[in-house]
């Protein structure tokens, strides 16, 4: 049994370090979500941009067990209202329909749904190819996350027919 790695289960490691670190290395963004005015929905999602992709990770809590919500980043960063009307429309710089944030028309804006667990908690983790984090027009930051209460249905426009907004953050560098 050998005492030290050879060398190439260190080139392997390392790699493999790398490739998680990767995300940790471009520009990044975070999104406080707040409730809005009645809802107790709150958590914290951040962007990273590594090359041509950003992740998106974070987690939200005090949604109703068993749950499935839209979400969606809005065209302002504005919160200020209370019932997260003040965010505006869904952020779609490219005048696409609302659709699947996977499929091959869709807003900027349209995120994959939100499913909560049996505690009510909403793990993100997804990455994006049509997002940025910095600069153009497609840049998340200064821009609201909104948390919606019912779920997307993919299909009316403008919006997916998601309901009233329960949490609200504006999303800065960072």
Known sequence: MARYPTLAAS???ALALAACASYDMGPRATARLEPTRGSSVSGTVVFTQAGDTVRV???I??????TEHGFHIHEKGDCSSGDGMSAGGHFNPGGQPHGRHDGAAHHVGDLPSLR???SGVAVVDFESKTLVVGSGAADAVGRGLIVHRDPDDFTTQPTGNSGPR???AAIAKG
């Open 61 to 66: 809590r005090g949604l109703q067990p068993g």
């Open 116 to 118: 909560a667990d049996a």
């Open 166 to 168: 329960l949490a609200c």
């Open 57 to 59: 990770r974070g987690e």
């Open 11 to 13: 080139a392997a490691a």
